[in-house]
């Protein structure tokens, strides 16, 4: 659901300091909303001391859980990393 324009979410703990930070950012960036000014939002909002309230989702770091107790690490590759089976196998003619 999208927010109006003079609609503060739900989990806001101080909605007057919440239109302060935002007409700030308002006045700070042309685009709004974008991306960089909700986050420019959010920073000003916790710097002048609002809190958001509710309870964190809990990283996981990484690993996967399975149904049965045990978990798996997954790491990142990087790009252009490519699995051995996946490689295209090239013939080279013998001499």
């Known amino acids: 659901m999208a927010i109006g324009r003079s609609q503060i979410p739900k989990n806001v703990a101080n909605p007057s300091l919440y239109k302060k930070a935002k007409a700030k950012t308002r006045d700070k960036f042309e685009v709004y909303p974008s991306a960089y000014a909700n986050a420019y939002m959010v920073k000003e909002y916790k ?46 003619p013998r001499s």
């Open 47 to 92: 710097k002048m001391g609002g809190k958001y309230e509710g309870a964190k989702a809990a990283a996981t770091g990484g690993a996967v859980k399975f149904s049965n107790g045990g978990t798996v690490m997954v790491q990142a590759r990087g790009c252009g990393a490519m699995m051995n089976d996946r490689r295209k196998k090239t013939k080279m």
